[in-house]
């Protein structure tokens, strides 16, 4: 139990919110009995006062919302208000004909509001019936029931904007979150709605039965059991049965009220009151107008000219003031404008929010940005998550957020693709036309707009849509615009994989596989290795396009070669030997290696060539031998080619890494593997050898 003191001052909200749910199940429990058990005439009093009570804080709180979901459990209280007001119907129905006395409320209603008259109070009820039940509670049920069909409708909409948004780096991830817990809110709110609606108008029609059940059992009660006159039980019952029914309307047309206020209530940055004013009196013509209009009333004859005179006067006035304030409002913000740039001007400006830069970036013409505009059918946001998704499980690799900018300094149909930055690529699209690419296949060309393909700088043609059918019936490869630039993207992406991966991307992937091999981390980081340290054996393996999404095998070989050597390059030689299953799915075809190896002179020849330092291990062969290397690589690289091969190059385990450092400068993107990453049971076709 509280003590005391937490039942006084500030400690009472606590104490409530501490334990509301004990006290929402005691009151539906108390709602419950009260239809039961009579209730003594001083406690329906109280009740009936908190019934209306509670309708005034209900409407209060509707009028001050902003949106429907700051009052997001109404749908629930109007339940329990809804029960709460048959409860007292019930209850005042027991006493009225049991004692023919309700209560000094009900009493009261029943007399002084209506007059003493039975029947100005019975159609002083139905005209509040009325005005509940078919104006106001079946727009509201009618508005519930648009509004939670919208809704839902608008959902794979709202969606797909979040996930734009999120794309585009417009929002967080948590933000992302945010938004779609409210959608879904909003959903469930207005499904709710729809259906507590159907409370209040059967509310409605329960208190039209229960008023001709109290007259009715009220005057046979009062004739057969009270030994009153047939007009004295008609007066006494009616005038307390109307009374209850106004006791029990008033609240129950205050809740309609406020359903209707949340159901068609739009978001916004105010309250009611506050939208009212504000968007009514916006425009001071409109008072003049109005004011005119009610002049001219005034004048015509047989009409009351006084009223019309008085409220031409107001919206007169209104009107001049509105003029006078608007005039004033243009005046300050002019100044205010002024003052700003003036202080702008005169402030060292903030370099700090420029020192920010993005991972990546793709800049775009303007002729292009009916790509990325959903509302004209552009679908490169989605391409761009497929990309995402791609490299993630492609290459293990988290591509960071692509921010997406317009760029009116470039060519309207060109893009440039940014790192950190800097610019890595460019290219340039035409959007009505297809990007037509000869495969070996084509026996017969067609006319368009010579290009080079940007992702491998292949020879291609632009041609119009009306030529693409008859350029894939030739042998063309065909493809639209946003295709292209999708394909150049992530092979972008691919070939610098290894400098987008940082530190901090390195420490997420590590903080991901903590989750099920938490020992394994512990056992490599911090005691053998640095984050720093393997972020760059990943960034190797990167480099050469090897997945590194299989974080277990690449810490466990860590873990077993990381106490004999901190080299980071030949630690990652041990990995690519335990992810030999994995490189020689890359390369081999049918079970079969066709690839050229290296004279064992000249592999004898790079060994002796390898210096050694604290900083790592580098080749230092004569300019003389590394001309002759490269020459005789490319005449057996060509070769392969002709013959319709990938141009592999295979070299024993020792030398593999240092000829690929010997050689990456001169001719990129070539596949070393050496023996210990081909599975033993591939076949190995040698159709070349270097020699110097």
């Given amino acids: 139990m509280a003590s005391p003191d937490e039942l ?39 009740l009936i006062c908190l019934n209306i009570t509670i309708a005034l804080i209900v409407i209060m709180s509707a009028i001050y919302n902003e949106e429907a979901l700051d009052l997001s459990v109404f749908p629930s209280l109007l339940l329990v208000t809804t029960l709460f007001r048959l409860a007292l119907n019930i209850s005042s129905t027991r006493l009225i004909l049991i004692n023919g006395y309700a209560g000094e409320v009900i009493t009261a209603f029943g007399n002084f509001v209506v007059g003493g008259n039975p029947v100005v109070g019975f159609i002083m009820f139905i005209i509040l019936v009325i005005i509940n039940f078919i104006v106001i509670t079946k727009g509201s049920e009618r508005v519930a029931e648009v509004s939670v069909r919208f809704t839902l409708d608008a959902m794979p909409g709202k969606q797909m904007a979040i996930d734009a948004d999120l794309n585009q780096g417009a929002i967080t991830d948590a933000e992302a979150k945010v938004r779609r817990e409210k959608i879904q809110r909003e959903a469930d709110f207005f499904g709710a709605m729809d259906g507590a609606s159907k409370f209040v108008k059967g509310d409605a029609i329960a208190a039209i039965v229960i008023m001709l059940i109290n007259i009715g059992g009220g005057f046979v009660i009062g004739m057969a059991q009270r030994d009153m006159s047939a007009a004295d039980s008609l007066q006494t019952y009616t005038l307390l049965t109307v009374g209850e029914g106004l006791v029990s309307q008033i609240p129950a047309l205050l809740i309609s009220t406020a359903t209707g206020i949340i159901v068609t209530r739009a978001a916004s940055e105010g309250n009611l009151g506050q939208d009212i004013v504000g968007q009514l009196f916006r425009n001071e013509r409109i008072f003049f107008i109005v004011a005119v209009v009610l002049g001219l009333l005034a004048i015509v004859p047989g009409l009351p000219g006084v009223p019309f005179f008085a409220l031409a006067a107001v919206c ?37 929010s420029l020192l920010q830069v993005d991972p990546m970036e793709l800049e775009i013409g303007y002729s292009l940005i009916p790509l990325v505009d ?32 317009d760029n009116i300094q470039i060519k309207p149909n060109a893009y440039i693709i940014k790192l950190k930055g800097m610019e890595i690529a460019r290219g340039e699209l035409l959007l009505d036309h297809f990007l037509a690419m000869n495969s070996g296949t084509v026996f017969e060309e067609v006319p368009g707009i010579e290009t080079i393909e940007p992702a491998f700088g292949l020879p291609a043609l632009w041609i119009p849509e009306s030529e693409r059918e008859q350029a894939e019936l030739n042998g063309y490869t065909v493809v639209d615009a946003v295709s292209v630039l999708a394909t150049h993207l992530t092979e972008v992406i691919k070939q610098h994989a290894s400098e987008i991966l940082g530190r901090q991307e390195t420490q997420n992937l590590i903080d991901n596989i903590s989750k099920t091999h938490q020992s394994l981390v512990d056992e490599v980081i911090p005691e053998l290795m640095g984050v720093g340290e393997i972020q760059k054996v990943l960034a190797n393996l990167l480099k050469e396009r090897i997945s590194i999404r299989d974080m277990a095998t690449i810490l466990e070989v860590l873990a077993d070669y990381a106490r004999a050597t901190k080299d980071t390059e030949i630690l990652t030689e041990y990995v690519r030997h335990a992810m030999a299953r994995q490189i020689t799915s890359q390369v081999v075809q049918d079970n079969v290696l066709t690839c050229v190896t290296l004279d064992p002179g000249l592999e004898q020849k790079i060994a002796s060539s390898v210096q050694r330092t604290d900083h790592g291990s580098f080749v230092s062969m004569d300019p003389d031998s590394m001309r002759k290397l490269v020459q005789a690589l490319n005449g057996e690289l060509e070769k392969m080619t002709n013959a319709g091969y990938q141009p592999i190059v295979l070299t024993s385990p020792a030398v593999r890494l240092y000829f690929r450092k010997l050689i990456e400068r001169s001719i990129s993107g070539l596949t070393i593997v050496s023996h210990a990453e081909i599975d033993r049971t591939v076949e190995i076709q040698i159709v070349g050898v270097v020699k110097i």
Avoid: H
């Fill in 8 to 46: 006084t001052g500030g400690s009472l909200g606590s104490f409530i919110q501490k334990y509301s749910d004990v006290i929402i199940a005691f009151t539906l429990v108390m709602i419950v009995i009260m239809m039961i058990i009579p209730l003594p005439t001083a406690l329906l009093d109280l």
């Fill in 316 to 352: 007169a006035f209104i009107g001049y003031n509105l003029q006078k304030g608007t005039t004033v409002s243009v005046e300050e913000e002019e100044e205010a404008a002024q003052a700003a740039a003036k202080a702008e001007a005169t402030r060292p400006e903030n370099i700090v």
């Fill in 374 to 405: 959903t509302g004209q059918g552009g679908d490169l946001l989605d391409r761009i998550v497929m990309i995402r998704r791609q490299c993630a499980l492609e290459l293990g690799l988290v591509v960071p957020t692509i921010r997406i900018r």
